[in-house]
């Protein structure tokens, strides 16, 4: 910049000197000038670098700020999506028709109510505070070391309605939906406002909108047994259900929406650089990889105990006295954000959100 001054200051007293040998020989400026000359040249130069230096710094301080608007960014869209997920994961929790509470529920089949594992009703929610060592997730491979999990049990999903009263050794029901069916061999809940039991449906014929069904008895761990039990030991006395009057026209058949949600490695994950994700394994279904960074989760439940007068409070999943009634699911969820090379940012870009879901049906 000095030697531009420099240069600046000489070219403006060779043309004064120009100017003054021109006047003698009696020529005019006009006559002289044809183009630019060497002062606007240098001039233009000068000021094209000192804007040039300007947009330079501009753009150097605008870098860290265009970083975090895009950090931002990412905040508020992973908050979004996993705000509305959440609610769509626990939304069939303890889910048993309009029956209140499963102590009428009676299990028809073969396995015990203590291996029922995701057939089981309740509880709706269950937190897995070492889900590497959990039976239910020993088939998931990459689990997150030091993530917690989450069980989720439920009959949500409606299959058929009795349409006459159950009695003798076959069922009929119509159907919920024009692609809904219950096939042999099904694990199916029925379920009034009085009762419910589990069986595995046999013998099914589908027909003009309707589903004709029978429970007969085998001897497979999912067939059904001559008889149920209810979790506390009581004794089914009618008609696949726990007392009479037994289940009539309108009752709903449902089929289970149990599934895990935990963390594990995503399918962009590589060995240099693991990359892991949120995950949901529906019974029966193939594992769905949800959200892509979530390294961590954490959950505690929130419930109501009747000691000292009725206690409200939050409790880790060891924690939670045996008469507490839950009424919400407190999460919290490390994420860390993903650029478009699949690669993890560094951890100033790692950032943490919680979240409290009400549970209607645990």
């Not at 030697?3 to 003054?20: K, M, N, T």
């Not at 939304?91 to 203590?114: E, H």
Request: a negative charge.
């Amino acid at each position: 910049m000095r030697l531009l001054l420099c240069a600046v200051h000489r070219a403006l007293f060779i043309q004064s000197r120009h100017l003054e040998h021109a006047a003698e020989m009696g020529l005019t400026r006009a006559t002289l000038q044809r183009g630019m000359g060497l002062m606007e040249l240098l001039l233009a130069v000068v000021l094209g670098m000192t804007l040039l230096a300007g947009l330079g710094r501009l753009l150097a301080h605008s870098l860290p700020l265009q970083q975090s608007l895009v950090v931002q960014a990412e905040r508020q869209e992973h908050m979004a999506l996993l705000n509305h997920l959440w609610g769509e994961l626990l939304q069939g929790a303890g889910a048993l028709g309009c029956l209140g509470t499963a102590d009428t529920v009676v299990n028809f089949l073969n396995t015990q109510w203590s291996a029922l594992g995701l057939l089981a009703p309740l509880p709706g929610v269950e937190i897995i505070a070492q889900p590497t060592t959990a039976p239910l997730f020993a088939s998931i491979l990459d689990l997150a070391e030091d993530s917690q999990a989450l069980v989720v049990r439920g009959y949500g999903a409606p299959r058929a309605m009795l349409s006459e009263d159950l009695a003798g050794e076959r069922g009929r029901a119509i159907l919920s939906a024009d692609d809904s069916r219950i096939n042999s061999g099904d694990i199916v809940m029925i379920s009034d406002c009085r009762q419910a039991s589990i069986f595995s449906a046999t013998s099914t014929r589908h027909s003009g909108g309707y589903v004709r069904f029978s429970w007969q008895a085998g001897e497979g761990a999912l067939a059904n047994s001559d008889h149920g039990l209810t979790q506390d030991g009581a004794v089914s006395s009618a008609t696949l259900a726990l007392s009479e009057p037994g289940f009539a026209e309108g009752a709903g058949l449902y089929a289970p929406t149990s599934s895990l949600i935990y963390v594990a490695e995503s399918r962009l994950s590589i060995a240099e650089r693991p990359i892991y994700a949120l995950w949901q394994k529906t019974m029966g279904a193939n594992a769905l990889e949800l959200i892509t960074g979530v390294e961590r989760l954490y959950f505690r439940y929130g419930a109501w105990h009747p000691d000292h007068g009725g206690v409200i409070g939050y409790f880790d999943a060891e924690h939670l006295p045996d008469d507490a009634q839950v009424l919400l699911l407190s999460i919290l969820v490390n994420v860390s954000v993903i650029d478009d090379q699949a690669e993890a940012t560094n951890e100033s870009v790692s950032f943490s959100m919680s979240f409290s879901v009400p549970l209607s049906g645990n």
